[in-house]
C-alpha cells in the first residue's frame, strides 16, 4: 500500500505534491498538535504513551513533508543552475528530468530551446561562412575588374607593350593565390617562346627561359585547351620533371594569347605548393587576362601601321621624323644620281626641359607652335621641314651645298632669337642650336647625315648654345 501510494504521488504534478507537502508539514501537525494539548496535556498536565506515539506521528509526517518540499526545491535548484549555465554560454548542455511533472516540461521546455538555438548557431556559423566565400569571392572580382581597368587604361594611354606586359604579369599573379606569374612571346621571325614579363618567387629564372613549341606546351598549342598541372591534371613523368625543372613550380594554369587567330603568347600563373586544384572560375579570369593583353598587342600593331601611313606631326603641323628620313634619303639617292650637293639641318631647342618644367606643358606646345611657324616661312618650296624629337627640328634643303645651307640656319636661328626676345621672364626667351650636314661630304645616306648634323648640335650647345656648326 505504501508503494502504490509513493507511486501515487510520483506520478502527480508539482502543484499537487506542494500542497500535500505544505499539508503534511502544516495543517496535520497543528491538528494533532491542538489535539493533544487540549485533551491531554491541559486536562491533566501529564504525559502518556498514546500522546509520544501521536507526537512522534506528528514528527513523522512533518519529516516526510519536508524532505518531499526540500525533493522538489532541489529539482527547482537543479533546473536554475543548468538554466543559467545555458544562458551563461553553455548551448551543449542537456538537461535530463528524473521525472515527469511540471519540473520536468521545463527541463525537455529548456532542451528544446537550446537545441533550436544549437540549429540556429549552426545555420548562423554556416551563413557566416558562405557570407565569407561571398565577400572573398566579390574582393576578388573587384581586384580583377581593377586590375583590367588598369591595364585598359595602358592600352588607351598608348603605353608602351613592355608596361603593359610588366601590369598584366603583377595583377595575374594575384589571382587563385598564386605565387609567380609568367608571360611568354613568340621571337620575331621565329617560333620559339620568350619570357617577355614576370612576377613573383622566381621571376629571376623565368626571364632566363626560352620555350620551343614542341615542349612544354606543345598539347596547349596543338588543341589550343589550357595547360594545366595540379592534384588532378598531371603530366607524363617526362615532361613533369622537364616543367619543374624549367619552371621551379609544382601547379600552373597557362592560357594562349591569340593575334588573328594565330597563338603568339602564353599568359600562365603558378605555385609551388602540394595538393592545389584549379577551377573554371580561375580559368575564365585568367581568359580575360589573356584577351586584354591580345588588344594591347593588336592595338600597338595598329598603332605601327597609323605611324607608318601618318606623315604629319600632330601638334605642330610639321612633317613627322619618319617622313623626313624617308624624304632625305630619296632626296640623297636624287642627288648621287644627278652629282648634285643635299643639305640636312638639325635644330635642337636650347634648355627645353627647364622651360617646360618650369611653364607646363600648355607654355611649351605654345612654344614648339611658334617656332614651327618661323620654319614654314623661312624655307623654299622644295625644301621639306619636320619635327625630329620633342624639341628637334630637322630640314631637308635639295640642290643646297652647306655654305647655302649654313646661310639658312643663321637665318632661322636668328628669327627665333628675335621672336622670343621680346619674353619680359628672361626665362622664356628660347634660343635654338643647329648643325649642318652635306651630302656626300657628310654622309652617303640619310643615317650618316642624320648622325653628323646632331653631333654637330651637341658641339654647338657645349660652345654656348645659341649658335650654328658646320664641318670643315
Known amino acids: 500500500m505504501a508503494e502504490r501510494k509513493n507511486h501515487f504521488l510520483v506520478s502527480q504534478g508539482l502543484k499537487y505534491k506542494l500542497r500535500v507537502s505544505a499539508a503534511l508539514m502544516s495543517v496535520l501537525p497543528l491538528l494533532v498538535c491542538g489535539y493533544l494539548v487540549s485533551?491531554?496535556?491541559?486536562?491533566?498536565?501529564?504525559?502518556?504513551?498514546?500522546?509520544?506515539?501521536?507526537?512522534?506521528?506528528?514528527?513523522?509526517?512533518?519529516?516526510?513533508?519536508f524532505f518531499l518540499v526540500k525533493e522538489?526545491?532541489?529539482?527547482?535548484?537543479?533546473?536554475?543552475?543548468?538554466?543559467?549555465?545555458?544562458?551563461?554560454?553553455?548551448?551543449?548542455?542537456?538537461?535530463?528530468?528524473?521525472?515527469?511533472?511540471?519540473?520536468?516540461?521545463?527541463?525537455?521546455?529548456?532542451?528544446?530551446?537550446?537545441?533550436?538555438?544549437?540549429?540556429?548557431?549552426?545555420?548562423?556559423?554556416?551563413?557566416?561562412?558562405?557570407?565569407?566565400?561571398?565577400?572573398?569571392?566579390i574582393q576578388k572580382r573587384v581586384l580583377v575588374l581593377s586590375s583590367l581597368l588598369q591595364i585598359s587604361s595602358l592600352i588607351s594611354q598608348s603605353s608602351k607593350l613592355e608596361d603593359i606586359f610588366r601590369v598584366a604579369a603583377e595583377k595575374a599573379r594575384l589571382m587563385a593565390n598564386s605565387e609567380s606569374s609568367y608571360l611568354f612571346f613568340r621571337e620575331e621571325g621565329a617560333e620559339t617562346f620568350l619570357?617577355?614579363?614576370?612576377?613573383?618567387?622566381?621571376?629571376?629564372?623565368?626571364?632566363?627561359?626560352?620555350?620551343?613549341?614542341?615542349?612544354?606546351?606543345?598539347r596547349m598549342i596543338k588543341t589550343?585547351?589550357?595547360?594545366?598541372?595540379?592534384?588532378?591534371?598531371?603530366?607524363?613523368?617526362?615532361?613533369?620533371?622537364?616543367?619543374?625543372?624549367?619552371?621551379?613550380?609544382?601547379?600552373?594554369?597557362?592560357?594562349?594569347?591569340?593575334?588573328?587567330?594565330?597563338?603568339?603568347?602564353?599568359?600562365?600563373?603558378?605555385?609551388a605548393r602540394g595538393h592545389f586544384i584549379y577551377n573554371k572560375e580561375d580559368m575564365e579570369l585568367l581568359d580575360i587576362f589573356a584577351k586584354q593583353i591580345s588588344i594591347a598587342v593588336e592595338n600597338d600593331v595598329l598603332m605601327h601601321r597609323v605611324e607608318k601611313l601618318e606623315i604629319r606631326d600632330a601638334l605642330t603641323g610639321?612633317?613627322?621624323?619618319?617622313?623626313?628620313?624617308?624624304?632625305?634619303?630619296?632626296?640623297?639617292?636624287?642627288?648621287?644620281?644627278?652629282?648634285?650637293?643635299?643639305g640636312l639641318i638639325i635644330f635642337d631647342i636650347d634648355d627645353f626641359g627647364e622651360f617646360h618644367q618650369n611653364f607646363g606643358s600648355l607654355q611649351a606646345e605654345a612654344a614648339l607652335k611658334k617656332i614651327a611657324?618661323?620654319?614654314?616661312?623661312?624655307?623654299?618650296?622644295?625644301?621639306?621641314?619636320?619635327?625630329?624629337?620633342?624639341?628637334?627640328f630637322a630640314v631637308v634643303l635639295p640642290e643646297k651645298n652647306?655654305?647655302?645651307?649654313?646661310?639658312?640656319?643663321?637665318?632661322?636661328?636668328?628669327?627665333?632669337?628675335?621672336?622670343?626676345?621680346?619674353?619680359?621672364?628672361?626665362?622664356?626667351?628660347?634660343?635654338?642650336?643647329?648643325?649642318?650636314?652635306?651630302?656626300?661630304?657628310?654622309?652617303?645616306?640619310?643615317?650618316?647625315?642624320?648622325?653628323?648634323a646632331k653631333d654637330l648640335v651637341k658641339a654647338a650647345k657645349a660652345q654656348g648654345k645659341n649658335r650654328t656648326l658646320s664641318s670643315l
Do not use: W
Not at 195 to 218: Q, R, T, Y
Not at 318 to 342: D, G, M, S, T
Open 195 to 218: 619570357v617577355k614579363a614576370a612576377d613573383g618567387v622566381n621571376s629571376a629564372e623565368l626571364f632566363k627561359m626560352k620555350v620551343e613549341p614542341h615542349e612544354i606546351f606543345e
Open 72 to 137: 522538489v526545491f532541489d529539482r527547482i535548484l537543479s533546473v536554475t543552475t543548468d538554466a543559467k549555465l545555458i544562458a551563461a554560454g553553455d548551448i551543449s548542455r542537456r538537461i535530463e528530468p528524473s521525472q515527469e511533472d511540471e519540473v520536468g516540461d521545463l527541463g525537455h521546455a529548456l532542451n528544446q530551446l537550446t537545441q533550436r538555438i544549437r540549429t540556429n548557431m549552426d545555420e548562423l556559423k554556416n551563413y557566416g561562412e558562405k557570407t565569407t566565400e561571398i565577400n572573398l569571392a
Open 224 to 271: 589550343n585547351k589550357p595547360f594545366i598541372v595540379d592534384a588532378e591534371n598531371i603530366l607524363p613523368e617526362k615532361l613533369n620533371l622537364s616543367f619543374q625543372e624549367k619552371f621551379k613550380l609544382k601547379n600552373t594554369l597557362a592560357l594562349p594569347v591569340y593575334l588573328r587567330g594565330r597563338i603568339v603568347g602564353i599568359i600562365g600563373i603558378g605555385n
Open 373 to 392: 611657324s618661323l620654319f614654314k616661312g623661312s624655307i623654299g618650296e622644295v625644301d621639306r621641314v619636320g619635327r625630329f624629337g620633342d624639341n628637334e
Open 318 to 342: 610639321l612633317y613627322n621624323e619618319a617622313f623626313i628620313r624617308n624624304r632625305l634619303q630619296e632626296e640623297i639617292k636624287r642627288a648621287i644620281a644627278y652629282q648634285r650637293p643635299c
Open 402 to 452: 652647306k655654305r647655302q645651307v649654313h646661310e639658312i640656319a643663321e637665318d632661322v636661328r636668328k628669327k627665333i632669337v628675335f621672336a622670343f626676345s621680346e619674353e619680359q621672364d628672361t626665362r622664356k626667351r628660347l634660343t635654338i642650336s643647329a648643325g649642318v650636314a652635306e651630302n656626300p661630304l657628310d654622309g652617303i645616306d640619310s643615317e650618316e647625315l642624320v648622325s653628323k
Open 39 to 65: 485533551n491531554y496535556i491541559l486536562p491533566s498536565a501529564g504525559f502518556k504513551t498514546d500522546i509520544i506515539l501521536s507526537l512522534s506521528i506528528s514528527v513523522f509526517i512533518a519529516v516526510v513533508g
